[in-house]
């Protein structure tokens, strides 16, 4: 019987009782105590004790051994001014990028990371950290570039730059007005890794938020340093708020992983003398130090809810902070023990996700929702089927719309004919309960079609509104079209099968969709696809980058990172695109081996008239690279001027004179 057939059966009996005059009142009515629900609190509940906090994290410690490190591999809006900014994957949500323009300045942020690979498998991770004084930077010194542009003539120069620590590495920045944010981070992978058991990782990790005037862009004066105890996850700007996203495991002293039978009983002992004060992280704010979160600043998982995981101890907190940028000050922050590996942010809430190995049921994906708020209220929890991932597009699989949740997953199955299961789940917030319910699936015994061929894993994911679009590969393409318009019945309702794959897709309008990926032979490929009938989807034709005799191999960053692909809408004149290409080039002739940095400027054409749109190549910049700059590309477009920013050296041409480009600045 649940809580709230219990309250009715005890409501019931008391009315019964008193109407039969029981216990001798003499018809004297008494009156009846009313009801009171306990509130519903979801799967994630306060703590309401410091030592309650500290149990849970030492339970946490106590159940890492060996056999719960999991080694897992992970296999827009656009721009309608006169400049293109950072590609964001929501209109109005921002996301953190090494290059932000303002339309009158490029800032550029040395990188140490690998952002090739969102989540690294446990082993390179663990060799990787805390090793930045082998790694090349780029140029003698670490600062962040401010460059002057003038789109007249395609020219930039450098202004200023602002000097940082060699400790810490740049993750991204913001632009507020007259504000530059920069977030950084120890880890200079610039990833995370999605297994929670590995709380050593995020052991003495650091997270800084620094602000700066630009106002005098000569002399940029830092106004704001926020110092946090705990590794970087990800960040989403909205509203003038940046909102940040950490993992903390506290440093024990002494403490020893994956112990033997003399260590277990010494960790015991080290676990037994916890205090809140050892497991709380600490902030600093323009040098003064404090606490970052009270204990009840924080969430557990209720180990009695239906969603409850069967390991319900973790050693490591997942940290939200909301900083205000025109107060300049933390306004929010709060935690909850347990892991997260994924995050998307809607304009109205910010869900972090993570893929649970330990549930009876198989794998499957929790996923927690915060209104997008300045109180980043906890709103409710739900799980899916299987597991979610697509490395640094994992967040392409989620969507919200209309109060709907939608999201797709993928499980791994044992099968040799079909490795792989893909499925399609919509939820639907219960604010009373604090849930996310499971509206519907797919397939589903009604509509069995499976997403993707035996054996196709997922590659490209598109939500357009009502509309799906799914791209698996084995060794042909599909273009699968879903409807969604009626939430408690998606269906299938077309697809398409082509040579190659795309791993990026990008929403042109509601009858056309952009495509990037590979061809059948391994170099990027764009494809453009005609939508308009959902049920019969067909290819406008394909675009092969670099396809000349010398290219042995070729691959764009845009593939797998959303900022490095540029898209500008305009009204009248084609639409104009920017893609990054690196091309391996051998040469039979002369025995030598190179690799080519290129940016394709692209026009598409005729997107009223979705029967004959067509892209064109308008020109390429070709850019130098040194042998240890990391492979990042972003570019820009500012009325006819291009830049290309490859590392942190800007090349430029005009859109009407490609041929003619200036570079490196």
Request: hydrophobic share 35%.
């Amino acid at each position: 019987m649940d809580k709230r057939s219990k309250i009715l059966s005890t409501l019931t009996l008391t009315l019964l009782l008193a109407a039969c005059g029981g216990g001798g009142n003499d018809g004297v009515a008494i009156p009846l105590p009313v009801p009171q629900p306990s509130p519903a609190e979801g799967l994630l509940v306060p703590v309401e004790t410091d030592e309650q906090l500290v149990d849970a994290v030492r339970l946490g410690f106590s159940q890492l051994d060996d056999d719960d490190q999991r080694v897992v591999a992970e296999t827009v809006s656009a721009d309608s001014s006169s400049f293109t900014t950072t590609y964001n994957l929501e209109a109005g949500v921002d996301e953190h990028d090494y290059v932000k323009y303002d339309g009158e300045h490029i800032f550029i942020a040395p990188s140490r990371g690998m952002e090739c690979c969102f989540i690294l498998e446990d082993q390179i991770i663990a060799e990787s950290h805390n090793s930045t004084e082998d790694i090349p930077v780029d140029g003698e010194s670490r600062a962040i570039r401010i460059l002057a542009t003038s789109p007249d003539d395609g020219g930039a120069a450098e202004v200023s730059t602002i000097e940082l620590e060699d400790e810490l590495s740049v993750e991204g920045l913001y632009i507020d007005e007259d504000q530059l944010v920069t977030i950084s981070s120890s880890g200079w992978w610039g990833v995370y890794g999605d297994s929670f058991a590995n709380a050593s990782l995020w052991e003495g990790q650091n997270t800084a938020l620094d602000i700066y005037d630009v106002s005098q862009i000569g002399e940029p004066d830092a106004v704001l340093s926020i110092g946090l105890e705990g590794g970087f996850v990800s960040s989403r700007k909205k509203d003038g708020t940046v909102y940040l996203v950490t993992r903390h495991t506290p440093l024990i002293e002494g403490f020893t992983y994956y112990p033997n039978d003399e260590q277990k009983a010494q960790n015991d002992a080290l676990l037994s003398e916890l205090e809140i004060d050892d497991i709380l992280p600490r902030v600093s704010v323009n040098g003064v130090e404090s606490q970052l979160v009270e204990s009840q600043d924080c969430h557990v998982a209720d180990a009695e809810h239906q969603l409850a995981s069967s390991e319900t101890g973790y050693p490591t907190m997942t940290l939200l902070i909301a900083v205000n940028l025109n107060s300049r000050s933390i306004v929010k922050s709060f935690c909850y023990l347990g892991p997260t590996d994924g995050i998307y942010v809607s304009e109205n809430a910010l869900y972090l996700s993570h893929v649970d190995y330990s549930s009876d049921e198989g794998t499957r994906t929790l996923i927690h929702r915060y209104e997008l708020d300045a109180d980043l209220t906890y709103e409710g929890s739900g799980a899916a089927d299987g597991a979610l991932y697509l490395s640094g597009n994992s967040d392409f699989r989620m969507n919200e719309h209309d109060n709907y949740l939608r999201l797709v997953t993928t499980n791994f199955t044992d099968d040799s004919d079909d490795w792989f299961d893909h499925k399609l789940s919509i939820f639907e917030l219960d604010s009373v309960n604090k849930s996310l319910d499971l509206v519907s699936t797919l397939p589903n015994d009604n509509r069995p079609q499976e997403i993707g061929k035996p054996n196709e894993d997922l590659y490209g994911v598109r939500f357009m509104g009502d509309k799906l679009f799914l791209v698996t590969f084995e060794r042909v393409d599909p273009l699968y079209a879903i409807d969604l318009s009626i939430p408690e019945d998606p269906v299938i309702a077309g697809e398409l099968t082509v040579p190659g794959f795309s791993d990026f897709l990008h929403p042109v309008n509601q009858e056309l969709l952009l495509g990037l990926g590979q061809d059948e032979n391994g170099l990027v490929k764009l494809e453009l696809f005609n939508i308009a009938d959902m049920s019969s989807p067909y290819s406008l034709g394909t675009s092969v980058l670099g396809e000349f005799e010398w290219v042995q191999w070729s691959h764009s960053e845009a593939q797998y990172n959303r900022h490095a692909f540029t898209y500008q809408a305009n009204d009248q004149d084609p639409d104009r695109f920017l893609v990054p290409v690196t091309m391996g080039l051998f040469s039979e002739e002369f025995g030598e081996y190179s690799e080519s940095q290129r940016l394709y400027l692209f026009e598409l054409k005729d997107k009223d008239d979705s029967a004959l749109a067509s892209i064109d190549e308008i020109g390429q910049i070709r850019a130098e690279k040194d042998w240890w700059q990391v492979d990042l590309h972003r570019s820009i477009i500012h009325d006819d001027a291009v830049y290309f920013i490859n590392g942190t050296s800007v090349w430029s041409t005009l859109w009407t004179n490609p041929l003619e480009q200036s570079g490196p600045q």
